[in-house]
Each structure stands twice: as structure tokens, then as C-alpha cells.
């Protein structure tokens, strides 16, 4: 049996899911939800959920009650009702009913009734469609007056919803066969939720530019439906095929881009703890440190000399620091301000990240852009006061809030913002799914920022600032939470593999340097009692081959397995893997190797801070449940030479 604490880092067992069948219809019950809808096989939505969202984006999670399963081979039907209650005691109820048939045709409907005036910023359903085969492709849209737009999913991460006003989306699963999903009870809208690195288009109830939040009349029913229906020559339509068995991993030549200069970052609420693990830190030997400074947050000069005490450890290491400007008044008066406190700090600066604090808040569609001084003036002014040191821009949040608002390149050496998987979902398939947007959101920025220097981070699991709302969630009980700031998954074997899985997925996005993990504090590499999380070697690894050259890497199944391949100073080809399944796997990789895993059998030793033993692979290599392998060729090194 499975360790859910070396798997998750934490108790709560993953939300489980139903599979229902009708004929070639096929969909997962999970949480109240819909997920992996598909017919013969083909992804054809990838969720259909009823989300009830507070004041602060944050997602109620009602228990399901009274539920109710009839299935037949050619039909199921599913009944359910859940509650939510609002902090100040008013209560959402709903019942639902699902029905699907072998035709094709799926059915969600919920009705919802108030007791008191609820609080929402939202209340209805959500559709997402999947995005890697459908990016780009057409799109017939049918709006609520009954006009039909002829159009196309986005390729490129639109800042704005790509289509408003909707009844209706048809799109095809294959030629001569098409989807439509039909949505009734309000005005839906669609945002591109690979900004916020969601794998999914969203289809979401209740216009943005609408007020919120808004109350739900209490006593009075509000009803909405979603339906979804196969036309065309479906019987025609050949299952897609499944992958399952041994999952074959091939490499190549080097492509001609190298692995990116490796980060931690560190924050003032956690400098003491990281001064207290400088083995760690030297152990890990990161290029560079993402340090946080914002003085509206009371950050003094004594964090920043806690910064300097840390940098002093690290005499090779970049020392980057993020400044959040207040921009109330002089800019140049609080740029100075700043660079006389980090002189009196005595913090070694190479690198300013700076940004307003205006832009630490989302602006979203509909919304007035809070005052802002130019950011031109505030490149100019922070250039006045650090002369000599790279100058960064961009977001301190997500993509979302920088493709919203495009920074102007020219006073800048480089572009950034941060990534967080668990905005929008919190449970373990929505986040090892997004790293499926992450090619989309590198080269969106490229389309816009061209050749400039482009930097990522922190890209931690947890979220360290919600620019949603007026705080990160609490987390009190150590669960799956969105928004939070400490997501447990960042301290077990499932971080390690997303870890790896994001490395993966950042070939070809040409960034210099991405700060990948947190080394102290809710979100650190560093735990308890001096142990390490797992992602602890991940973040050594990708640490000693910043500047590799990558090295061409395929997996028959990146959903399953993934991982990336450089080629070292000494010649060595160095592979690393990662299961993103809480199932078995098992992969196949040609040539004479010594491996390490880490899993669970190993998470214990791992733990300690030295690397699991090595050992010689075989023809074939199991891997646990969100297992980590480290490979080593054996060609170019001695026989001595270990992984």
C-alpha cells in the first residue's frame, strides 16, 4: 500500500473517481464533477464542473450527499446534492442530475437555492476543453442571440476572452465528426486559462464585466444546464488508440540550447530559516538567489542584512532581488531609499527585478487599471539608483497579469514572471496537467518580447502572493487546497516529479534562468529536523547542468513519463525521469547506464540529503508511483564512476 505522506505530503487520500459507460461514451465522476470526457476514446471535453467560488477566488469543496447511480450498458444516470456555507452562515444548496447515452449525448443540470444572501464570485458551471489538440484549430460558436461565429481556439495565449456572449461551442473530434457543447441558464463567456497554466480553454458562467461579489437572492431558484452531443458520421470514428504497457524513452542529438542557470528564491519571512541550512544551500550550489524585497510589506534594513549574511555564502552565485515599489509619490525618492537601505544592508546586488505595487493585483476583464505611473518612469528611476546591476521587469504574479500588461523592453536587460499551478484546481490531476501549458506560456511571451533575455519564477507548487484576492488561502489541515501557500504536494515525491515534468517542458522556450523552488519556509526544499523534500535532488541536479547542452529527448507517453537529457563536461549523457501518474510504470531506455531512483523505498534516505544508492539498469526500469530516475551513461565515464 501506497505512503501518502512520501507520495503527496500528506494524508488526505487523492479524491476519488468513478468511471461511467455508456456504449463509446465514457466520463469520470470525481468530486462532483465530470473529468476525461470522451467518445470512442477521444478527449473530447476535459471537464464539466458545477464551482461555487468566494469572495477571494477561492473554491468551495461541499461533501456530495444523496448520491444516486443507475447505469445500463447504453446509459447511466447520476443524482447528487451538496451545500455551501458562507462565512457569515448563509448557505447554497443544489441538487444535480447527470445522464449520459451511447450516442453521445451527455447531460449536467443543477438547480441551486439560497438560504440567506449568499456571497459568490461566482456560481455555475465550468467547461474546459483540452489544449494541445485543439490550440489553433476551428471553432463555431453560437452566441445568445442566436448569431454563429465562425472562428478558431487560440494558438497564442489571448489576454482577453476569446469569445463572449455563448450558447453554444462545436468543435470537431476528427474529420466528419464534431462536438457541441450547449450551455443554458445564463451568459457564458471563455477565458484562456493556459495564462494562468491551466490546460484547458474554460468556458465559465456569469460575465466578468459584471459586478462581483454579488449575492444570491435567497429563496429563488436559479437553474443551469450543459449538453453535449456527437453529430456526424460517428460510427465511422475509430477508437483512439490506447497507450498502456512499457513506455520507451529515445534520445538524440544535442538541439542546440542548453539547460537554463538554476534559482531559489527566498523571502524575508524565511531568511532565518534559510541561514540556519546554509550546508543546504552550498550543497544545492544554485546560480542564482531570488531574494524579496517590498517595503509596504515592512521589510527593513535588517532583512535585507539577513539577505546580505545568506549571499555571503553563495560568493558564485547571481544575487537578484525583486523590489516592489511602492510608485505613491517621488519615484526616484523610493528608488534612492531603497539603495541606501540595501548599501546599509551591505547585500551584494547584480540583478533588480522591479516592479509597482499596483501591478501585485489582477486587473481583470472589465475591471478599471488601478493608478499607476508609467513603467517606463519607473525603469528610468531604478536605472538612476542601481546603476550597474541588470535591470529586470514584467510580473511579480503569472503570465496572465503580464500578457494583460505588456511591459515596455527597451529600458529592460530582461522580461520575467512567476508560475502557480493550483489557482484555479488543487487536486493532483489539474496540476500535473499543467504542465501542458507551459511550452504555450513561453512561447506566448516570445511572441511579444522577441529576443529579449526572458526569465521564469519562483514556479513553486504553493502560491506566494494571490493577485486574485486578498490573501493566499489558510491550509490549516494540510490538504489540497487552491490559492494556498503551503501545498503539501511540494514535499513529496509528487513535487519532485512535476519538478522534473516542468524542466521538460521548458525545451525550446530558450530561458536564461528559472527559479524553481523555494529553499526555506512553507514552499522550501529545506524541512523539519534538516531533511529535504525530494525535489531537493532535482533542484542539485538541474543546479549542475545549468549551461549543458540539451540533448534530444522523447517519451512514447509524456503524460505519463517524462523528463529531460543533457550532456555534461566530461561527456556523459545524463538522463532524468520523472513518473507523473500515482500508478506503476515502467520505461525502457536503450544503451548501459547506472541509475538512482527515488521513490518510495528510497524517500527516507533521499530524505538525509545524500542521493539514493545507484545501481546498473537493466533492459527495462520500474517506477513507482511519482517516481524520480537519475541516469548516467556508462560510455564516456570510468568504471568507477557512479550516478
Known sequence: MSDRIKLFGTDEPPATSRLMTAGPLSVEFVSGGLRAIRFKGHEVLRAIAYVVRDRDWGTYDPPIEHLKIAEEPDRFTLQFEAACEAPDGARLRYSARIAGEASGRLSFDVEALSEGAFETNRCGFCILHPIEHLAGTAAEVEHVDGSV????????IEPWQPFKNIRAITHEIAPGVAATCRMEGDIFEMEDQRAWSDASYKTYVRPLALPWPYRMESGVAERQAVTLTITGDAAALPPAAIQNGVIDIALGDAIGETLPRFGLAVAPGEAEAALAELERLRAIAPQYLLLHFDPLAGHGVDDLKR???????????????????????DLDAECQAGAQAIREAGLRLDTLVVGPDADRGSTPPGSAWPDCPPLADIYSAA????????????????????????VPLEPLDFVTHATCPIVHAADDRSVMETLEAIPFITRSTRAFIGDKPYRLGPTTIGMRQNPYGSRTMPNPDNKRVPMAADDPRGRGLFGAAWGVGYAARLEGSGVEAWCGASLAGPRGLVLENSRVAPLFHVAAGLAR?????????????????NGYAHRDADGRSIVWLANLTSEPQTIRLPGRWRHWVLDEASFDEAASGEAPAALQAGDTIPLGPHAVVRFVSLAASKPSQDA
Open 545 to 561: 547542468a545549468a549551461g549543458d547542452p540539451r540533448i534530444g529527448f522523447t517519451s512514447s507517453d509524456r503524460r505519463r513519463v
Open 307 to 329: 539577505f546580505a549574511s545568506i549571499a555571503a555564502e553563495c560568493p558564485g552565485a547571481e544575487i537578484a532581488l525583486e523590489f516592489v515599489l511602492p510608485a505613491r509619490g
Open 149 to 156: 461565429e465562425r472562428s478558431a481556439f487560440p494558438d497564442l
Open 383 to 406: 536605472r538612476r539608483a542601481f546603476p550597474g546591476v541588470r535591470l529586470g521587469g514584467g510580473m511579480f504574479s503569472y503570465f496572465t497579469e503580464l500578457n494583460r500588461k505588456r
